[in-house]
């Protein structure tokens, strides 16, 4: 057990709901129902009870659940009282436990507890806050999969494969005058190949739920009355209560987030780049060109009977380089052409009617394109950039260690690389662990 103190907190959202918890976590927990309840209920089991202050005046009556450690979300004991979710209401009980000897707890504190005290493990632990935030359905469900754990036991699988290699090679390496042919014996080119594919699988789902999370930017140029607006609406579809301004001054409401898929676009609208001597709005105009670096691609809208003129080239010319682009003709229902797409060089042109919805589909395939999405939404793990980035760092490592075959001190070396950097994505492991694992096993086996 790591932390010495009891920390509480109110663990409903902010605001008033039927019903609102306020959660303790620590040694305290015993007596802080005590001291709230009169007595400290059974262990897991609900018991419906007068709250009460100091002076045994009622706070509330409602429900209290006790856990003993470990047999709790942080491991430690814990206390959860649950009453009527007023904010004033929340706030006596809260202060009554703090008066009790707990402390406010800090952001995340009951999640942290609970990866220290080995209930879960780092991806985990962010996978909790990925099902809290998840903004789509789909990205819950991928963030649930993750905290279950499904994520994290595939990276075992690839660790103990990787760790499973090491140790044999590591033996030949201190057993160098029995002169074995290590490669063929050990199977190590055919066991790096497992390694490889298993990485690729696990990387490819974690992409996939990584799309989910973090969305594709689209940014959306062209004049005024080419139907940015119309061609927003209709992308978000059915879903027009998520067609909602981020936070903001109303000059700053440049960037929209819809859904197609379940994956979040992210929508920033251009039509707020204009030239103007605002100060205010030179602000905010700046910061979405910067936005711009970031995005993923750009949708220039036109319209169809128009073509592309001096307007939309100088617009083109702003925009960064490398920037996927798709030029939309939009309004083909004023002439009754056909929706279409042509891809023509490097430049996508889709031909569209964003009032009647002809052809909306034709983009919303092609932004899935874009973005890498994969249809089979089977088996996607929420991941955050940086179990992307750990696991790249893996790959780099196999490949080059898929090289060094004859070197067997240089293939070692990629090896516990690659396996350090799978290791922080559930952050277990450390090179102490290692050790350990290697004494256990000889021991074990030899
Ligand atoms: P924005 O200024 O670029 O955001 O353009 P809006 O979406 O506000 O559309 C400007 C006008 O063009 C509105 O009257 C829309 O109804 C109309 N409009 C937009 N898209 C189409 C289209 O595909 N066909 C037709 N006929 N009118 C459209
Ligand atoms: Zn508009």
Redesign the pocket.
């Known amino acids: 057990m790591h932390a010495v103190d009891t920390i509480a907190a109110i663990a409903t959202a902010p605001g008033s709901g039927g019903i609102g918890v306020v959660r303790v976590s620590g040694p305290l927990s015993r007596e802080i129902a005590e001291g709230v309840l009169g007595h400290c209920p059974a262990p897991r089991h609900a018991a419906y009870l007068p709250f009460q202050d100091a002076d045994q005046a009622l706070i509330d009556q409602g429900i209290a659940i006790y856990y003993a450690a470990p047999f709790s979300y942080t491991g430690e004991d814990v206390l959860e009282l649950q009453a009527h979710g007023g904010p004033a209401l929340m706030q006596i009980l809260l202060k009554r436990c703090l008066a009790l000897g707990a402390r406010q707890a800090e952001p995340g504190e009951f999640t942290r507890r609970a990866y220290l005290n080995d209930k879960i493990d780092l991806a985990q632990a962010e996978a909790v806050a990925d099902v809290i935030n998840a903004a789509t359905e789909a990205a819950a469900r991928s963030a649930v999969r993750s905290l279950s754990g499904e994520f994290s036991a595939r990276i075992h699988l690839l660790l103990q494969q990787l760790i499973d290699l090491r140790l044999y090679v590591e033996a030949c390496l201190d057993f160098p005058e029995e002169d074995i042919d290590f490669i063929s014996q050990g199977r190590v080119a055919e066991k790096l190949a497992t390694v490889s594919s298993g990485l690729d699988a696990v990387f490819n789902e974690a992409r996939q739920g990584n799309l989910l999370r973090e969305g594709l930017q689209v940014v959306l140029v062209?004049?005024?009355?080419?139907?940015?607006?119309?061609?927003?609406?209709q992308l978000a579809g059915e879903e027009v209560a998520i067609v909602t301004p981020i936070a903001g001054t109303t000059r700053d409401t440049i960037k929209n987030s819809i859904q197609i898929n379940g994956i979040p676009l992210h929508i920033i609208?251009t039509?707020g780049l204009r030239e103007t001597s605002d100060e205010v709005e030179q602000h905010g105009i700046a910061r979405t060109w910067r936005a711009l670096e970031n995005a993923g691609v750009a949708l220039l809208?036109l319209d169809a009977a128009h073509g592309i003129g001096e307007m939309e080239k100088s617009i083109l010319d702003r925009l960064p380089q490398f920037l996927p682009k798709i030029w939309i003709h939009?309004?083909?229902?004023?002439d009754s052409t056909s929706p279409q797409i042509v891809i023509d060089n490097n430049d996508t042109h889709i031909h569209?009617?964003?009032?009647?919805g002809?052809g909306v589909d034709l983009l919303r395939q092609q932004l899935l394109n874009i973005a890498g999405w994969q249809p089979n939404g089977e088996g996607v793990f929420m991941a955050r950039t940086r179990h992307l980035v750990a696991l790249k760092q893996v790959r780099e490592h196999l490949d080059i260690a898929a090289d060094l075959l004859l070197q067997p001190e240089l293939f070692a070396e990629e090896l516990r690389l690659a396996q350090e950097a799978l290791n922080t994505v559930t952050g277990e492991f450390t090179p102490d662990d290692l050790l350990g694992e290697i004494f256990s096993r000889f021991c074990i086996g030899k």
């Open positions: 062209g004049q005024p009355n080419v139907g940015k607006s119309s061609l927003m609406n609208d039509a809208l939009n309004k083909i229902d004023l569209l009617s964003a009032k009647t002809l």
